[in-house]
């Protein structure tokens, strides 16, 4: 197997959940005692978190870029950025390398296409939502992307920022994303995007009442089949 580089730490949270599911991914098709050949570049969550309320994204992009960078001369042969939000400087990053940056938005369209939905919600943080970087490329791919309103993006955004990238994981907070996704329904979604690393600490498919597509777990199942050479 290849060496897949993790760009990490965005949070530690969520970069825990990749790095679990990829090694169980690993494991589930090679069996015994088969792990995946990672090499991790976790940075420290609170600057990038000041940066990103500060607009400042081609000081960020030019950071995750010089990781990259590191990532591949170590000997990765792929890249992997664990966050949605900060593929907003996904161009950055791939024009800095040589290599593949797995973006995390295509195995979710993958599956959102042969689950055959056409009209989705999106969950997010503020910055994926509110911004088109993430949107177009879903509506590139055919797909109409329902936002929450106003009030319900702020409760979203808060709820990843304050709880779920602490590690707190509420049931209140999940009483009030399941009325949420209730909204997108009521308006026209056939299913959600947990479009968010984190948000799949919260919700499962039990808690909701439209399907879930959880970004985290497709990516990783992406990047399972990108290290056997897929």
Not at 143 to 158: F, T, W
Not at 160 to 174: H, K, N, P, T
Request: aromatic residues 6%; proline residues 4%; charged residues 15%.
């Amino acid at each position: 197997m290849r060496y897949l580089g993790l760009l990490g730490g965005m949070s530690w949270e969520s970069t825990l959940h990749y790095y679990q599911q990829i090694n169980e991914g690993v494991r589930e098709r090679l069996g015994g005692l088969h792990s995946a050949p990672l090499l991790l570049h976790s940075v420290d969550f609170a600057p990038v978190a000041d940066l990103q309320q500060r607009g400042e994204w081609q000081a960020l992009g030019a950071q995750l870029a010089c990781a990259a960078q590191g990532l591949v001369q170590a000997g990765a042969r792929g890249l992997l950025l664990c966050t949605n939000t900060m593929h907003k400087v996904a161009p950055q990053i791939e024009a800095a390398v040589d290599v593949p940056l797995l973006h995390i938005a295509d195995p979710t369209i993958t599956a959102l296409q042969a689950a055959g939905v056409r009209r989705v919600g999106l969950l997010a943080t503020g910055f994926t939502m509110e911004q088109d970087f993430y949107r177009q490329r879903l509506a590139a791919a055919g797909l109409a992307v329902l936002l929450p309103d106003a009030a319900d993006r702020s409760e979203v955004h808060r709820v990843i920022f304050d709880e779920l990238c602490l590690g707190q994981v509420l049931a209140a907070s999940r009483e009030r994303y399941r009325a949420i996704i209730g909204r997108l329904q009521a308006a026209g979604a056939e299913a959600v995007i947990l479009g968010c690393t984190e948000i799949g600490m919260l919700l499962q498919p039990e808690h909701s009442p439209l399907p879930l597509f959880d970004t985290t777990a497709l990516h990783a199942a992406a990047a399972v089949t990108w290290l056997q050479g897929g």
